[in-house]
Nanobody, 123 residues
């Protein structure tokens, strides 16, 4: 099991920025971020494939969030710009180590998860 250490969460005002970091203890096929807010369904925010660098974003964050990685460090980042109150959520880093199939959000049960970091955006 790959251990994940997340950091970078906090409280900001609308329009502000945060950068989340996720340091993994080993390599992986992909890294992704999910978020969960009270009263809302869990949402796959973004993911990046380790080898190809291909990225995917939820429509709700396109143009505002950027996912990146440093493969040598097994570390990923989620740059969040122009934050909105609706971005308020617990953000979880995930990695898939079993295969590319595990990267699809429907296979969340096969991913390794971090502890989560809270992002709060006030108006």
């Amino acid at each position: 099991q790959v251990q994940l250490v997340e950091s970078g969460g906090g409280s900001v005002q609308s329009g502000g920025s945060l950068r989340l970091s996720c340091a993994a203890s080993g390599s992986y096929y992909c890294m992704g971020w999910f978020r969960q807010a009270p009263g809302k369904e869990r949402e796959a925010v973004a993911r990046i494939y380790s080898n190809s660098g291909d990225t995917f974003y939820a429509d709700s964050v396109k143009g505002r969030f950027t996912i990146s990685q440093d493969n040598a460090k097994n570390t990923g980042y989620l740059q969040m710009n122009n934050l909105k109150p609706e971005d308020t959520a617990m953000y979880f880093c995930t990695v898939s180590v079993r295969g590319l199939y595990s990267c699809h959000p429907e296979n969340v049960g096969t991913m390794d998860w971090g502890q989560g970091t809270q992002v709060t955006v006030s108006s």
